[in-house]
């Protein structure tokens, strides 16, 4: 067996820092509204950028945005978005920074609706990538067909995030992603 080509051919520098995240998080299912609205977050982030560079911005991400936290990040001021935007360890783009904030206070009236964002995305399960997107925009900010077909095969909602004979993608099913339920 053999990981997934991409990994395969990198550097070993590349590999090491990209290897935790293969192995460990894309494709498994994440059940904390807090780690998902991170992924959200770091996927949003990557618009236009390289996967790299957001995987080597992760822990300023996580400090920056609270840990991820939904209930501090929706409570955002306009002192908040400042900080952010001199804040040399994230991406400093405001538009990608307020789609943080607003989809934090979306993710807020989610939770009150559904009981969780997991809970939400689980009542839209099955959908096609397309009918996906379509809500995302619909829903969110800054939620474009790439971001959100990512993010959605990162937390095991869409097919596609391991090659069938990656000894990760095994790992995956294991954890029984949305993808595998009918």
């Not at 509204?33 to 950028?49: P, S, T």
């Not at 001199?86 to 009981?115: F, H, M, P, S």
């Amino acid at each position: 067996m053999s990981y997934c080509s991409v990994i395969e051919t990198m550097t070993e520098e590349r590999k090491n820092l990209h290897k935790n995240y293969h192995d460990n998080h894309y494709g498994f299912p994440i059940h904390n509204d807090d780690e998902l609205f991170g992924r959200l977050i770091m996927e949003i982030n990557q618009a236009g950028l390289s996967w790299e560079t957001i995987l080597k911005k992760e822990a300023s991400f996580r400090k920056a945005y609270h840990n991820f936290n939904i209930k501090k990040v929706a409570k955002y001021t306009e002192a908040d978005m400042e900080r952010l935007m001199a804040d040399a360890g994230i991406i400093r783009n405001r538009l990608k920074i307020n789609a943080a904030v607003e989809n934090a206070k979306t993710i807020q009236a989610l939770q009150k609706e559904y009981g969780s964002f997991e809970k939400w995305l689980e009542h839209h399960h099955p959908k096609t990538k397309e009918e996906w997107v379509k809500l995302f925009k619909k829903t969110f900010r800054f939620t474009g067909g790439e971001i959100v077909g990512e993010f959605l095969m990162s937390i095991g909602y869409l097919k596609g995030a391991h090659a069938e004979d990656c000894p990760v993608h095994k790992k995956v099913l294991k954890e029984k992603p949305m993808w595998n339920k009918k």
